[in-house]
């Protein structure tokens, strides 16, 4: 497996790799639900806007097909849900054929270590209950509930966050 970072030509194996790997929440959603994220994992848009505003961080096999993507969004770029000087990982995605390789986990580890490179002070994230795998690696690298959230789409999520003057360098 080769980790190395995306940009603009990667984003059809992008759009991609989303649909393929988000597809396991399908039945944890109402319909209406499903096709909500689904629109937003199947528009192009949605890539061509993070690729512009972050560093996408992607693994690839040996066949250079995409099998996992992450994307850091530096401070400055506050959301409903990010605070301003917070910068936050956005859409961690694995392969489902990959699972298990703790793909995952290095994507988020090597977040962590371009934020500690650009001199970010609070890394974020949010997830939800039916992403019992991505929580678990959240927080086994350290990653702390800061609040719950407000339902998306019709399931309880949390924000995260990690102090990065905490982490050993």
Same mark, same amino acid.
């Given at each position: 497996?080769?980790?190395?970072?995306?940009?603009?030509?990667?984003?059809?194996?992008?759009?991609?790799?989303?649909?393929?790997?988000?597809?396991?929440?399908?039945?944890?959603?109402?319909?209406?639900?499903?096709?909500?994220?689904?629109?937003?994992?199947?528009?192009?848009?949605?890539?061509?806007? $993070?690729? =512009?505003?972050?560093?996408? #961080?992607?693994? @690839? %096999? *040996?066949?250079?097909? &995409?099998?996992?993507?992450?994307?850091? +969004?530096?401070?400055?770029?506050?959301?409903?849900?990010?605070?301003?000087?917070?910068?936050?990982?956005?859409?961690?995605?694995?392969?489902?054929?990959?699972?298990?390789?703790?793909?995952?986990?290095? $994507?988020? =580890?090597?977040?962590?270590? #371009?934020?500690? @490179? %650009? *001199?970010?002070?609070? &890394?974020?994230?949010?997830?939800?209950? +039916?992403?019992?795998?991505?929580?678990?690696?959240?927080?086994?690298?350290?990653?702390?509930?800061?609040?719950?959230?407000?339902?998306?789409?019709?399931?309880?999520?949390?924000?995260?966050?990690?102090? $990065?003057?905490?982490?050993?360098?």
């Amino acid at each position: 497996m080769i980790f190395r970072k995306g940009s603009i030509n990667d984003l059809e194996q992008l759009k991609e790799l989303g649909l393929k790997s988000w597809i396991q929440f399908k039945d944890e959603l109402t319909n209406d639900n499903w096709n909500k994220l689904h629109k937003t994992l199947d528009d192009h848009k949605t890539y061509s806007e $993070l690729l =512009k505003k972050s560093e996408c #961080l992607i693994c @690839e %096999n *040996n066949t250079k097909n &995409i099998i996992g993507m992450a994307f850091l +969004i530096p401070k400055g770029n506050p959301t409903e849900i990010y605070d301003e000087k917070w910068c936050y990982l956005r859409f961690v995605s694995v392969d489902p054929k990959y699972r298990g390789n703790r793909i995952g986990e290095k $994507l988020t =580890k090597m977040c962590i270590e #371009l934020a500690l @490179e %650009n *001199n970010e002070q609070t &890394i974020a994230l949010h997830t939800s209950e +039916i992403m019992k795998s991505a929580r678990y690696i959240y927080e086994k690298i350290g990653f702390k509930i800061f609040e719950e959230l407000e339902p998306r789409l019709g399931v309880k999520y949390w924000l995260y966050t990690l102090e $990065l003057n905490e982490i050993k360098a």
